[in-house]
């Protein structure tokens, strides 16, 4: 079925976009919308806000031949790993400054917009604009302590089921062996094939193996779009964003045109689905690319099928970028949320959360870490009993090495992991996914925004798993009681469990035999005498019979 989205917010974001509406399909008339006017005192009803949520279609007629993408459904792999990560590793990580944008930042018009003071940072350490491009970090980064074992071997020790790297992000410069381009880390900088040397590492370590591609943003990703017209003569004769000779890698409208920008961005997807064979390609942006017609959908459509007959298990990411416009229409392949921006209250099916390990989104010198290995376990629980997997980016620094923070934040989830992982992996949900007193899911009414705030998530909340045999469902629970109890209110008597009811509850890490006791108010059971960890502990509820109205959808 063919959908709108919003027309205003597309005007916004995507230039060009009425010729190719005349093209493509008749646009629908504007429509003024009214502000929503909210009382601020009121109880927000997350299920009945006025206005939608969990991202927009395009506004353009889209080929009908994404139906057959469409009906493929996820495979049961994506939806048992419930864990992957990958990594921002690139050219940027070397000045290491503001973060993977640092391109776009250096090559500013105007001083004053030098927000993240990424242009005072480089003329400060290497010189002007004039002096030192963004070019020449390439053979500065020559990642000397990159060892791909030792990455995989973080991603699995972590509890991850699938791994790889951001292969390309929006500056252009690949991390594999390609003969697309010459700006690829084999011809250049490390003189290694990146993404070869990952996925080997990441099968050892039998994870599934993804590519995340950030291309498609990447034609005009260095100019300062804002201010494009008022370049100067001087930054136009000097700065090696307007050579000729780097066309090929700053790719703007003041060097080259936009077909050969597109045709190349087939060629390094389909390299790297032929060359390396991923079990899962991601990417970022795409919807602007091809909405404007710089992307062919067909084309798109053609490859994304080819994918699939490389292996009936491969499975595709529809991220929902900044702009609230799917990647692609709805239905194809896996949602991904960036954050839990713009995610529904009540997401439907299984979905991905991709977020950084901190944030930005690469490596910075002095990087402070907010989120410690508690957050990411607790939002990994989180997300899991709403049905979704969660997606984890580390930002290894510019030589290849992996920071110790980040080291000791993948060892805290992978130690959790190890006593708790029965409850996370290979589990589907339940009837409801628990209770609490975390308000997680915030609302901007003047921005008509929903977004997910799981640092919210503190103790005193309960998540529940349920193993997709239905041998057992899981009370996740954040929080310890010594010598204490916990009511669970979900599985009061008056509810149907299963068929002869409760067979045993058991906590994971523990031996001890629990007490317990079920009423009309619930199950209350006492805490062990041994703590089995930090963070959260798993009550695991051993059915007596067949389960009853286990699946909440």
Known sequence: MRKLINITLLAVLFLGVNSINAQKGKKKKKQKQKKVQVDPTAKIDLQNL????????????????????????????????????????????????????????????????????????????????????????????????????????????????????????????????SKATRWNSKNMGPKRDIFGEISTAVRKQDMKV?????????????????????????????????????????????????????????LKVREVMDQYKPDMLWFDGLSGAMIKGMLPEER???????????GKNNVISNKLPGSGVWNFPRGVGIRCYEGGRDMEPNPKGYWLVDRAISYPWSWVKNKSYRDKEDFHIRTIIDVVSRGGVYLLSLTPKGDGSISDQEQKIMKGIGTWMDTNGEAIFETRKWRTHGSGQAN??????????????????????????????????????TGWKENGSILLKELNSKEKFAKKGIKDIVMLGVDEKLKWKRTNEGITIDYPSTKPGEHAYTFKIIPNGELIDFDRE
């Open 300 to 310: 798109v459509i053609n490859m994304f099928n080819d994918f699939y007959k490389q």
């Open 210 to 266: 993804l590519a995340t591609f950030h291309h498609a943003r990447t034609f005009g990703y260095a100019i300062d779009r804002k201010h494009y017209k008022e370049y100067t003569n001087y930054q136009k004769e000097n700065w090696d964003l307007f050579d000729p000779k780097y066309a090929d890698f700053y790719r703007n409208d003041f060097t080259e045109k936009q077909e050969s920008f597109g045709n190349e961005w087939f």
């Open 440 to 477: 997680i899911v915030q609302v901007k009414f003047d921005k008509e925004l929903v977004w997910w705030d799981f640092r919210r998530i503190q103790d005193k909340e309960v998540r529940y798993t349920r193993k997709k045999d239905n041998s057992a469902v899981y009370a996740i629970v």
């Open 50 to 177: 006025p206005f939608p949520t969990g991202g927009k279609d395009w506004e353009i007629d889209y080929s009908k031949n994404w139906e057959s993408l469409q009906k493929r459904e996820i495979p049961e792999w994506m939806i048992d790993a419930k864990f992957g990560v990958y990594t921002h590793w690139g050219v940027y990580s070397v000045p290491a400054k503001g973060g993977p944008d640092y391109v776009n930042e250096m090559y500013m018009v105007h001083d004053k917009d030098d927000r993240k003071g990424v242009k005072k940072y480089h003329r400060e350490n290497y010189g002007t604009e004039a002096e030192f491009g963004y070019k020449d970090f390439i053979p500065m980064f020559t990642a000397d302590k990159f060892d791909a074992n030792e990455w995989a071997g973080i991603m699995k020790g972590a509890g991850a089921k699938f791994g790889g790297i951001c292969v390309v992000h929006h500056d252009g410069f690949c991390l594999w062996d």
